[in-house]
């Protein structure tokens, strides 16, 4: 009989410990690296830590800066599960995981973006002015054989931003 009663409450515990800890409320303001999943298990992770979810919210308002362009770059979902670095003008490289997105704020003016897959580059110029957005997007497909094909996508903002609000904000720059 006691037997039966300590197994009872010691499930009932395991049950209120296991439920309370799906109520642990979301830290919206933590920074930490972001990690793509694909089918429930994670396939690749940033090395630097990603904006909160609150600049994640925010930054998906897609809103412009008065004083500078506003550059989306976002990686398509179903390309890989490697890194692929972009770069500004040659400047340093930043990391960019599938389905994450890179808000970048420019000087205005012409622009060259790059990134680098397999040994060949892919360069895409883009003119701006301030207050304006712009949203870019990179796919591809990686093969089980070893073959990929990636690409500046030439989709308009507007079918770039479905991909975007999918997406999450990996990096937040300015290079003003």
């Not at 990690?35 to 897609?62: M, Q, W, Y």
């Not at 599960?81 to 972009?86: A, F, K, N, S």
């Amino acid at each position: 009989m006691t037997i039966n009663w300590i197994t009872k409450t010691l499930v009932i515990s395991a049950c209120v410990l296991g439920i309370s800890g799906c109520a642990t409320p979301v830290d919206r303001l933590a920074e930490k690296p972001y990690c793509h999943t694909d089918r429930g298990t994670n396939a690749i992770c940033t090395k630097d830590v990603a904006p909160s979810l609150a600049n994640d919210e925010e930054a998906k308002s897609f809103t412009s800066a008065p004083d500078a362009l506003t550059v989306y770059v976002v990686r398509y979902w179903r390309e890989g599960h490697h890194p692929l670095d972009v770069s500004v003008d040659g400047g340093a490289a930043m990391e960019t995981v599938p389905n994450s997105m890179i808000r970048l704020r420019l000087k205005e003016g012409t622009h060259k973006l790059t990134f680098s897959v397999n040994g060949k580059t892919f360069d895409r110029t883009i003119t701006g002015a301030k207050g304006e957005v712009r949203l870019l997007g990179i796919t591809g497909t990686d093969w089980i054989w070893g073959s990929s094909s990636h690409a500046w996508t030439n989709d308009t903002d507007e079918q770039v931003k479905p991909h975007a609000l999918r997406s999450r904000l990996i990096k937040d720059k300015s290079l003003l």
